[in-house]
């Protein structure tokens, strides 16, 4: 079935500093989504993609997604320690009728 | 977006023993979701639920195990059957609005279940 990955599966990295994650799929996505999910808490709705090299900006997320339709990726520029938490990305499934989650990325802040 | 009201948040079960969660969606949807979250890993979809019609259940999981139940357009149950240590996880409901296409999956706060 649909498959969606994710890399890196964890990063650590010094506040201030910028944060990538990547997502990738086998197939031509129609859209994707970007969620984020805080320690203890539940996933949260950032953002969908659906035009081929689409980008949006939230303050200081900004979101891609591949001219292929193929990839997106999510960018914070100078991390602080609110952005603690897991990055999932999400693409519809081999029907169209569900989404399926990658495996999230796991962003930890050192203050 | 919608708001979901879930319960319990947290559980400790005895193995062998049934479980059901609740959701309560504050508008009408057609569908539910429920998905499951184990310790450290993603979201992986249970079942959909359907108002009035039987749910629809991903590969892997049986509606012996997870019966749910969707009395109306804006509740469903979950229950976690004769559960193991296995079954200890974080349970999710979940709506998604698809008439306001950029709304994306609105997720209960979840239900942490222990099964000792």
């Known amino acids: 079935g649909q498959q969606v990955m994710q890399i890196p599966q964890y990063q650590h990295v010094q506040e201030g500093e910028d944060f990538t994650t990547y997502c990738n799929s086998s197939t031509t996505l129609s859209n994707i989504q970007w969620y984020k999910q805080r320690p203890g808490g539940h996933p949260v709705f950032l953002i969908q993609?659906?035009?081929?090299?689409e980008v949006k900006k939230q303050k200081r997320l900004t979101f891609q997604f591949g001219e292929a339709k193929k990839n997106s990726s999510l960018h914070i520029t100078a991390t602080q320690t609110t952005d603690v938490g897991t990055y999932f990305c999400?693409?519809?499934?081999?029907?169209?009728?569900?989404?399926?989650f990658g495996p999230g990325t796991r962003l930890s802040v050192l203050p | 977006s919608a708001v979901i009201s879930q319960k319990p948040s947290r559980d400790i079960c005895q193995r062998g023993t049934s479980l059901t969660i609740q959701c309560q969606v504050d508008?009408?949807?057609?569908?539910m979701f429920w998905y499951r979250q184990q310790p450290g890993q993603s979201l992986t979809l249970i079942a959909t639920?359907?108002?009035?019609?039987?749910?629809?259940?991903e590969s892997g999981f049986v509606i012996d195990k997870f019966p749910i139940s969707r009395p109306n357009l804006t509740f469903s149950t979950l229950t976690v059957s004769n559960m193991s240590p296995e079954d200890s996880s974080i349970y999710l409901c979940s709506v998604y609005l698809r008439d306001k296409a950029n709304y994306g999956y609105t997720f209960g706060s979840g239900t942490r279940l222990t099964v000792v």
């Open positions: 993609l659906v035009k081929s090299g």
């Open positions: 639920a359907n108002q009035g019609s039987e749910a629809t259940y």
């Open positions: 999400a693409g519809p499934d081999n029907y169209g009728q569900n989404f399926v």
């Open positions: 508008s009408q949807v057609t569908m």
